[in-house]
């Protein structure tokens, strides 16, 4: 046995991932399968593959375009807000801005990491209890989480700069804030822009669901079309966030290929 081990190192690790499936159905509650039947998965796929088109624009401020439009809108406004408040905060936490004041960079990053450590949907719970349901409430969910991810690899870009063009500003006599400007920003730049980009394309996801709890965005009459089992309402939300996060990624994806 220990021979065979040796030979196929591939086997205990096979066997551990087996033993732990094994072991993690032991708590799951499996009482609600019975009530599954092919003709529901029928009329769920069916559904799904025939959207309803007519609902994705009436006309209404409630149908998917604009519910899209939304959504991205939430999505784009909580980039910006997180964006403008990770920058300072990222100066804060990178270690080689403050050679001399160490517990400044560490202060910084325990506030990035509290406020990275609960996702969207927790922030947008509680803002909804504090300013109410609504698109402001997804608006501040997703602004608050992306200072913290953003601030965190705003830092991490920071520490990881090309100290040399820093350095030869310095030896001709430049300041802390002219080497910041003319030799840090303009490499960082085309980091921070693709950086900025992508957790866009993140919130728009995230802002797809945050309706779940009444932030706003696509995600109510998601919740909505679901639970009355409209399943050609809830495929055309789906097609039109495949769509619109497809189209994102083109999008994002030709600007920083003009960044490079």
């Known amino acids: 046995m220990r021979k065979t081990f040796e030979r196929h190192p591939g086997i205990p690790v096979f066997c551990a991932i087996v033993l732990l499936i094994v072991v993690s159905r032991w708590d799951l509650d499996f009482s609600a399968f ?75 990053k325990v506030i990035l990491d509290i406020l990275r450590s609960f996702p969207e949907l927790v922030y947008a719970i509680i803002f909804v209890k504090m300013v109410g349901p609504g698109p402001f409430a997804g608006v501040m969910a997703i602004g608050v989480h992306q200072i913290g991810m953003l601030g965190k690899l705003f830092a991490e870009e920071m520490e990881r700069l090309d100290t040399a063009p820093v350095e030869a500003m310095k030896s001709v006599g430049a300041n802390a804030v002219e080497t910041f400007f003319y030799a840090r920003l303009p490499q960082l730049s085309p980091i921070y822009v693709s950086l900025i980009l992508n957790h866009f394309e993140i919130g728009v996801r995230s802002a797809s669901t945050l309706g779940l709890v009444g932030a706003g965005g696509i995600g109510a009459p998601l919740i909505f079309a679901i639970q009355a089992r409209r399943w050609d309402k809830v495929g055309i939300i789906l097609l039109a966030v495949i769509v619109t996060v497809y189209l994102l990624d083109i999008f994002t994806g030709w600007v920083r290929k003009k960044l490079r």
């Open 34 to 108: 019975h009530t599954f039947t092919m003709s529901m998965m029928k009329e769920t796929v069916s559904g799904l593959l025939h959207p309803d088109w007519s609902y994705f624009y009436d006309g209404s401020s409630e149908d998917v375009f604009s519910m899209m439009l939304m959504t991205i809108a939430i999505a784009l406004s909580g980039t910006a807000i997180g964006t403008v408040i990770a920058f300072p905060l990222s100066l804060l936490s990178a270690a080689n801005l403050w050679p001399k004041h160490s517990p400044v960079p560490r202060i910084g």
